[in-house]
């Protein structure tokens, strides 16, 4: 199963969470957010990292030029979109920039609103369920009610998100089968600043599934 660690800022922390074993590494390309990482410091940053890694940028209702430019400066691999953005809007980013990984979030209110991932899936290559927050876009730490999506099977790759940590990812992936899962807030000691302990834990648990 694919993991993503996001909201990484520091560069060691991302080489370290890489050797632990992770293979792809999220980027907060939102200013307002407490782990956001100017796009300068990005692109040194993903230059101290292993080449193979998927490094996907995470955008909030940025334009099309705006990823355009960042994607282009640095080393992103993959955009995920984490706003209100349109399902034509997942359409012509795809045809702007092919080879470059897309996924979309979506924040659920509840089960009704998983009633849109079909008008999402012709147009990315993976689909983030995200818990919804009023004020907040991601990196709440708020969990999603896993028991409604244990049907949950879009036809293309989904990533499980929301409040996950190693002390309750094992019951999550009882209730669901996602492709990927997506953890932030759950392995770090304050925004942007990665728990090595805890990732690491993340991993032996997931190894004892
Ligand atoms: O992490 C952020 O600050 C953030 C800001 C704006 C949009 C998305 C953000 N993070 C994403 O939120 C989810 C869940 O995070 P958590 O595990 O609940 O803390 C994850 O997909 C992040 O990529």
């Not at 995470?58 to 953005?85: P, S």
């Not at 470059?100 to 983030?128: G, N």
């Not at 209730?175 to 304050?190: A, M």
Request: glycine share 10%; hydrophobic share 40%.
């Amino acid at each position: 199963m694919r993991i993503k660690i996001c909201g990484i800022t520091q560069p060691e922390q991302g080489q370290a969470i890489a050797a632990l074993g992770i293979t792809t590494l999220g980027f907060i390309c939102v200013e307002r957010s407490p782990r956001f990482i100017a796009p300068p410091h990005l692109k040194d940053l993903l230059a101290t990292l292993p080449r193979d890694l998927h490094k996907i940028g995470v955008f909030v209702n940025a334009t099309l030029a705006e990823i355009q430019e960042i994607v282009t400066l640095t080393d992103l691999t993959g955009v995920q979109l984490h706003g209100d953005e349109s399902p034509s809007f997942c359409q012509v980013l795809g045809q702007e920039m092919p080879g470059v990984e897309l996924w979309k979030a979506l924040r659920l209110k509840t089960s009704e609103s998983l009633k849109v991932v079909q008008d999402y899936t012709p147009f990315v290559d993976a689909i983030l369920l995200d818990a919804y927050h009023p004020q907040q876009y991601g990196g709440t730490g708020q969990v999603l009610n896993w028991a409604d999506l244990a049907d949950f099977a879009p036809p293309v790759p989904w990533f499980l998100a929301g409040g996950l940590t190693p002390g309750n990812i094992g019951e999550a992936l009882k209730q669901v089968q996602p492709s990927g899962i997506d953890l932030s807030s759950g392995v770090e000691r304050s925004p942007g600043d990665k728990d090595l302990q805890k990732v690491a834990q993340l991993l032996q648990v997931m190894k004892n599934l």
